[in-house]
């Protein structure tokens, strides 16, 4: 990514990504605080540094909503982790638990352009190990 992202930036973009998936709704302080086992204060936080950064827009009392730019993050960060899943499940035998724990450790630390590499080499997969989508890439150069 082109942005530099911790390893934190990203567990609050997946979340703020998920439960806006699931409610439809601007994303409060609460549920992340909830989903991420973390204070409201530490919450807001971060989702004032995310709105700084033009990732998330925050509406006082409403919550945020990930901007273009955040979705675009969060469906890069999501392939990023779906394709190190499957090659880890497909050329490796690795556990359920550590096909994950790798995928995870390594989703922010790997170029979008070796991830295609890879998505090319097991021929462009629709679905992770777990049967999710995995998000097509900008430049992965099977268009499906």
Do not use: W
């Not at 806006?20 to 994303?27: G, L, M, P």
């Not at 035998?93 to 096909?99: D, G, R, T």
């Not at 390594?106 to 090319?120: A, E, T, W």
């Amino acid at each position: 990514m082109n942005e530099e992202l911790s390893d934190r930036d990203v567990e609050y973009i997946l979340a703020i990504y998920q439960i806006e998936k699931e409610t439809d709704c601007a994303v409060g302080p609460k549920a992340i605080s909830e989903r991420l086992k973390v204070s409201r204060p530490t919450a807001l936080e971060m989702l004032k540094r995310l709105e700084q950064r033009k990732i998330v827009k925050y509406y006082h009392k409403k919550g945020a909503k990930l901007t273009r730019y955040g979705k675009d993050l969060a469906l890069r960060i999501i392939r990023r982790q779906r394709i190190l899943e499957t090659l880890l499940y497909n050329e490796y035998n690795l556990s359920q638990e550590e096909i994950l724990e790798h995928a995870v450790a390594l989703r922010s630390k790997i170029s979008d352009k070796l991830i295609d590499v890879f998505c090319g080499h097991m021929g462009h997969p629709k679905f992770c190990p777990h049967g999710e989508p995995i998000p097509q890439g900008k430049n992965c150069c099977v268009r499906r």
